[in-house]
């Protein structure tokens, strides 16, 4: 298992400091740009405030006094979509790269499994989303207890705590598609396609209110858009589907959803192990 | 060049194919393969197809055998963690992107140990491997030696080496030829694949042409030398022609020759192509002599 973890950080090490970092100088600059604007321009916090409709959409609980947090829930809307598909992107295209350049064999020649690949690139890629989700959150959480936001430290560490979790689903997901890809180039674009489909599904029923929000505006009485509204509120149960929602701030997700997920992650873990050893086999050691 | 090779008294079954078949997306490459490894064996697999590779493959597990069975001696067993006892050096480079050479040797060195560590950077120098660069930034011929260096350091029991002259020059080769007389002389079994008898540049003790339906077993000693082809004026021959042909190669009995057409004069064999001006001597490559394979005068 050393080995193949050597390995790969030897060969992955950049990639995987640069996004860790990037987060890391992300939510800090942020800190500090807005609470520069807080100080010399305090209006513009102010000037931000959308709407409720938006509001609603991007997921705010309500508009902050401390420009941060507002940036802190403008980020988390895309953050968590950005670092699954990386981590799924990461563990299912380094698995179809052992095969696609044939590498396995001088694993084999070391005495080392597939088995023992799979798991090693599994421990090292769970190891880092969680060095993201901690430092994310540690992070945060010096910047709220600095402006004084307690509520917001809940927040911050549900929502880090279920992408972690969240993150584990897609693993199972991106294991599925890395094993159905062994023979392909690479993995990333299904990744991709695939966060994409269950992303926009699930907040379809966001766009549709939106858009009923903003016809209400222009001046449409209720009674002409309440098959819109009404649309979007049986809509609104597509938003289980998606595990990159199930973190989001105030997304309740219940316990038979949780056991479904844990079902179907086992189901995709079992299914991926059988065809990714369809056409080999143990060595026999004897 | 002569290669001093010990002459191995003691044989020991290490490894044994019965009835193995193996195939590939294209069919069937190879069945009924029969095959036995001892220790200090240098086996050549010749096989036009795939069915070489895949049989090594299959001796090393990567690949299941759609028949038969391999069995391999308690000896091969090697111990959880541990490099295999069955080494396999593949046709083609080491494709890590971003690895070094040295980071690669000292990954293996985890699992290997000290010895083969040191090992490594004995053959790396003699081999004057820069293993401070990338494994794809070194050239073809270094990468493959650093797959070699991987395979030998680790003192392997049955070394498999999937076309060995591939992506090496000839220097190249010589240096990595030397090192595999001194494995085969410590007892361990080599085995060479290639596609024709020609490219395999290193003396085998044993040699296996694979077809699809059969597989020809030879030692070194009764392997047929191969043989020439005289192809003649097309028509009928012209009785000069013949003469001089005779004179000048049955004569010295170069070699044999052969043909479709029972023997004349002392020619014993002759093949008649049509459109040729005179006659000309061809060689036959050795799987053309082995199969009988004169397609390429006739029709």
Not at chain 1, 109 to 124: D, F, M
Not at chain 1, 160 to 175: D, H, R, T
Request: aromatic share 12%; proline share 3%; net charge positive.
């Amino acid at each position: 298992m050393n080995t193949v973890i050597y390995i790969d950080i030897a060969r992955n090490k950049k990639r995987l400091l640069h996004i860790l970092l990037y987060t890391v100088i992300f939510f800090f600059s942020a800190f500090i740009v807005s609470l520069l604007a807080d100080k010399i321009v305090p209006s513009l916090n102010t000037h931000f405030n959308f709407p409720n409709a938006i509001c609603n959409y991007l997921l705010f609980y309500e508009w902050s006094k401390h420009l941060y947090v507002n940036i802190w829930y403008l980020t988390i809307f895309i953050f968590p979509m950005i670092i699954i598909f990386l981590l799924m992107e990461g563990f299912a295209c380094s698995i179809v790269e052992e095969e696609e350049f044939e590498t396995l064999p001088y694993m084999r020649n070391l005495g080392i499994e597939r088995k023992t690949i799979l798991i090693s690139k599994l421990v090292l890629r769970l190891v880092w989303f969680l060095a993201i989700c901690l430092l994310s959150f540690l992070e945060n959480l010096i910047f709220f207890l600095l402006l004084n936001e307690k509520k917001m430290i809940l927040i911050s560490g549900a929502f880090f705590g279920k992408m972690f979790l969240s993150g584990l689903f897609c693993l199972s997901v991106a294991f599925f598609v890395a094993a159905c890809s062994l023979r392909e180039k690479s993995c990333s674009k299904t990744c991709l396609l695939i966060l994409l489909i269950q992303f926009l599904l699930a907040r379809l029923y966001s766009y549709i209110g939106l858009m009923a929000d903003c016809l209400f505006a222009s001046g449409k009485t209720y009674n002409e858009l309440e098959w819109l509204y009404g649309l979007s509120g049986k809509l609104a149960v597509l938003r289980i589907l998606s595990p990159v929602q199930w973190c989001y701030p105030g997304q309740q997700v219940p316990i038979a959803v949780v056991i479904c997920a844990v079902v179907i992650a086992a189901v995709l873990c079992v299914g991926g192990y059988s065809i990714y050893n369809k056409d080999q086999v143990v060595f026999r050691n004897q | 060049m002569q290669w001093e090779l010990m002459e191995v008294t003691n044989l020991v079954t290490i490894c044994s194919l019965r009835n193995v078949a193996v195939k590939n997306s294209n069919g069937i490459l190879g069945k009924r393969i029969n095959m036995e490894i001892h220790n200090g064996d240098i086996i050549g697999l010749i096989s036009e197809n795939a069915a070489a590779d895949r049989i090594m493959q299959a001796i090393c597990g990567f690949y299941k055998p759609r028949a038969g069975r391999i069995w391999y001696s308690h000896s091969l067993r090697h111990g959880k963690g541990k490099p295999s006892k069955i080494q396999y050096v593949p046709d083609d480079i080491i494709c890590y992107r971003d690895l070094t050479v040295e980071e690669f040797l000292v990954a293996a060195s985890i699992t290997a140990g000290e010895a083969a560590a040191k090992e490594q950077t004995r053959l790396c120098s003699q081999f004057g491997i820069n293993i401070k660069k990338k494994l794809l930034e070194i050239s073809y011929e270094q990468n493959r030696l650093v797959a070699y260096i991987l395979a030998m350091s680790l003192q392997p029991d049955i070394l498999l080496i999937n076309r060995p002259t591939s992506l090496l020059s000839n220097n190249a080769f010589l240096m990595v030829c030397k090192e595999l007389v001194e494995l085969h002389n410590k007892g361990t079994a080599i085995i060479m694949a290639e596609s024709s008898f020609e490219n395999l540049k290193f003396p085998c003790g044993n040699y296996h042409f694979i077809a699809s339906d059969e597989i020809r077993s030879y030692t070194r000693k009764s392997l047929p030398k191969p043989g020439k082809v005289v192809s003649l004026v097309g028509g009928t021959i012209h009785p000069e022609d013949m003469e001089r042909c005779r004179i000048l190669y049955g004569s010295r009995r170069l070699t044999k020759f052969v043909c479709h057409e029972q023997d004349r004069n002392n020619l014993i064999v002759m093949i008649y192509r049509t459109g040729c001006r005179d006659f000309s001597v061809e060689n036959l490559t050795m799987k053309e002599e082995i199969y009988q394979d004169y397609s390429r005068w006739i029709g």
